[in-house]
């Protein structure tokens, strides 16, 4: 007994260590946010040297916190240790992160995180004078740095697959191909019989006030122009509608809206475009749904694993089931468009079944990921991961990248790009070097159509409670089954607890094939 | 020779290592400045408890880089080593801190920090409620602890002169006390001058269009309340006009107005109050004097004590300078008054002589510190030094704290507080366990006196530039005199050098007395 005794304190001892340990990277890490935040939000233009240096400090503190012999002490002690479940979870999300870190030298790094600094110019160059041929030796270094950082993680895996696991470390590679795949193969015939349906949606609801064109056409003229505040009024209205918890978030612009804090403080951004009312109100809506996912982990666990949230796939699902299942849907639109028209009175003739339409058209000649709708979206992520996986195995040359690019685009879209800045040097994730984010997009909104299926399942009559403004049981749903476990489970086992199967993309696609069927009036769906 | 040229390269490296370890600890201390700036200008009011752990965490983390064993091989090294000027000064300084930081035990270090963190509340609820006995124990204790901190630093020293150099380092405390008697002895009578004379000063100006009080009198009535917003785009008129950088700097409110941050990025908070404009103004102008000090730091030596502000006296003779000697002279008026009249159209029928005499009034019951004068404010600093340097010393007792408070306002400034939440409880200092700071506000407007006239010495015309709005060659004098040269030179080095004299309160003595002399038309002075 006495034994026992001392050594169950001995391994309390050890866990506070440990525990304290990773409380102090997560606060460096938390303030390296904050810092972000900062620079995209308020920082002065002229503030960028010394914030370069701040935050490069504070991630080589964390870095080194975290590779110390300290960590790996504590984490082989713990591993033998008789541990609860919650602890186990801790030890495993720390100990996967440290044999990923420790296994990378520090000069590949240094390498990788310089090249991308200076690709992002070049990029950027590239993309603005519609010239592949300047981005391309970089690209071809970022690939090349990035496949040796996976070879060094893990020299007997697929590189693509080593690096997918940056970003969603727990669905494995497999599973991301077979469910994108699904998609590429039932969406491609969805898009078309929508492209040939004679349906015209009401497309032109948030033009407000339109004239028509000369040739008598309605479509795409916007002549009110959306003023800024008013639509800063209307984003506040809409996380108002939604509960979000203004004690412990804010409500900022950005040119590239993102949400980011913790679960005392988790900040919305969005932006304001005076042609595209309805684009930033749903941008907003995602954002939140983000904020929220943080906002719901559980306050006692900040700073260790179990307070932290999951992958991006999980996040993602947050963002896409507010913005998609909740912002795009009939009822909220039933429910939200007089406040919309209070703000905006040329909005005050709408009807809700036009504000649903207009916010589910299906483009047919988009090019742009960041302005494709809910459908075409995913062809959009599919081509941009086939590419980016044969990148890496080596499959395709990096000269041959924009006319892969443009062949998919016709393939799959129907659309083929006139130039490479309204091709492949559209998005900038490659000039970060983040090769495998890409599918997290579409995987997220693969799990947002699962998890409202089962909160659907669970709770009954969302749509009435959404047409009636009522989120609190939705919400709480959520919290229950995703925010408050924070990292305890795996990403596969969080998904089973909650929705009581294996991650799927039936629900995406029932979901999918019975709005559009509708929508656009198709017999086969 | 080839044994000098590897001395010289290995001194070359050690400085380099020492380079690399000060700027990395100095971004932790700039990050921490972001978060503190964040935390009272924009974070949501529930985000504190996040907030504190992520600040306690960069702040062991900056104490644990400074104090190690690394950092003082490197320290000892250098000392031995030939260096040029500039870094022996950052040598000197890093020195200096070292020592202080190593000498203090960590639990003593924390015992201070949780203490005064405890006692904030305890000081604002004994405030509100006026009862000075709720908050003795816990100054009591403060007192207690920074004595035990001076004595680990140097057991030899006066613990109040240990604990003075936390604040104002080079300029000793006998130094100190020879001002501040002299401001004492100085001001009392022609402060007591001004009382008695018959002069009254156009005090109602900034009253806006005011009524006369039933009793026929005019004083003190406000009857106009001064919008917000536009007291903002005045405060960011007044900015433009002093020519602060808007490439590395903001303007947000604050309820404690404060600026911070580095030479990318120097920030101003101020705060408005619908009855008071002038009060608003100034502060603006006070805390544009700070940030223009730090925005003048030479960019090169960023993160190096060569690119950092001198101590407290120093930066408030900034503040000051600006504050006193341009926003409250007459020129200034001349020039500025237009200015405020456009944004408030209540004040067009107001001369700049009247705002002169507005800004310049001596109150003759005010009790609070921060609502003082530019020659009350004196006495009210004088008293705090007194007191403090006596409990320090154990020649006052905490208990009475209060009489011997309100028994100094009455001989000094002739008004007795009748309450503690006015007389001795009304600063926040004390319960942060700030002892020694006080002294440095009286400090730097002495100092700011000296460099003003200096300023005058080398430039001429200085009346006549700010009439005509031209603040340029005042700037680049205290670019060059002070600014660029961060804490390359000890305060009494860098005010020798600026000014070819000692540091002086006979400037500042000649300045008041000119003033207020001819303001208050008082045959002896």
């Known amino acids: 007994m006495a034994t026992d005794q001392a050594q169950s304190e001995q391994r309390g001892e050890t866990y506070n260590q440990f525990e304290e340990r990773i409380t102090r990277i997560s606060n460096v890490g938390n303030a390296a946010g904050i810092l972000r935040w900062d620079q995209e939000v308020v920082m002065p233009e002229e503030g960028t040297p010394a914030r370069a240096q701040q935050l490069s400090a504070l991630s080589s503190i964390s870095h080194e916190l975290l590779t110390a012999d300290e ?120 898009i078309d019989a929508i492209q040939e349906s004679d349906v015209d949606l009401a497309t032109n609801t948030f033009a407000g006030v339109s004239e028509p064109r000369s040739d008598g056409s309605e479509d795409g003229t916007s002549s009110v122009e959306f003023d800024d505040d008013d639509q800063e009024a209307l984003a506040r209205d809409v996380l108002d509608a939604l509960g979000y918890d203004w004690g412990r978030g804010r409500l900022d612009t950005a040119p590239h809206p993102f949400s980011s804090g913790t679960q005392f403080d988790a900040r919305v951004t969005t932006r304001f475009e005076e042609d595209d009312l309805l684009g930033s109100l749903t941008s907003t809506i995602h954002e939140f749904g983000h904020a929220n996912y943080t906002l719901g982990l559980p306050d006692e666990a900040y700073g260790t694993p179990l307070g932290d949230s999951r992958d991006l796939t999980v996040h993602e699902s947050q963002s896409r089931l507010w913005e998609n299942h909740v912002g795009r849907s009939q009822p909220f639109w039933e429910q939200f468009l007089p406040t919309v028209a209070d703000r905006f009175p040329e909005l005050e003739d709408a009807t809700p079944e036009e504000a649903y339409e207009a916010a589910n058209q299906v483009y047919d000649d988009n090019l742009i990921r960041v302005e494709a709708d809910e459908l075409t979206y995913h062809l959009h992520i599919v081509i941009r991961f086939e590419i980016e996986r044969d990148l890496i195995s080596g499959d395709l040359d990096v000269e041959d990248v924009p006319e892969v690019w443009n062949d998919k685009y016709e393939e799959y879209l129907g659309v083929r790009p006139e130039t490479d800045a309204e091709g492949c040097l559209q998005d900038i994730h490659w000039s970060h070097g983040s090769f495998g984010y890409f599918p997290t997009y579409s995987l997220g909104s693969v799990l947002a159509a699962q998890l409202y299926a089962a909160a659907e399942d669970d709770l009954g009559d969302l749509d009435d409670r959404i047409e009636a403004g009522e989120f609190d049981d939705l919400n709480g749903w959520l919290r229950e089954q995703i925010h408050q476990h924070g990292c305890r489970y795996t990403t596969p086992d969080l998904i089973e607890e909650a929705t009581g199967e294996e991650f799927t993309a039936d629900y995406f696609l029932e979901y999918v094939k019975s709005k559009y069927g509708e929508l656009y009036d198709l017999d086969d769906y």
């Not at 391309?136 to 950082?149: D, G, N």
């Not at 494995?172 to 191909?177: G, Q, V, Y």
Request: aromatic share 8%; proline share 6%; glycine share 2%.
């Open 71 to 190: 960590t790996g002490d504590l984490l082989e002690s713990l591993e033998s240790a008789e541990l609860g479940d919650e602890q186990q979870a801790a030890v495993r999300e720390v100990r996967r992160q440290y044999d990923r870190e420790t296994s990378v030298p520090q000069e590949l790094v240094e390498e990788i995180s310089e090249t991308s600094a200076n690709a992002h110019p070049t990029w950027k160059q590239a993309k603005e004078e519609d010239d592949f041929e300047q981005f391309a030796p970089t690209l071809e270094k970022l690939v090349e740095l990035k496949r040796e950082y996976a070879e060094h993680i893990d020299p007997d895996a697929d590189p693509y697959a080593v690096l997918f696991a940056d970003y969603e470390p727990y669905l494995d590679l497999e599973t991301a191909e077979r469910v994108l795949e699904r998609l590429r193969e039932e969406l491609v015939p969805l």
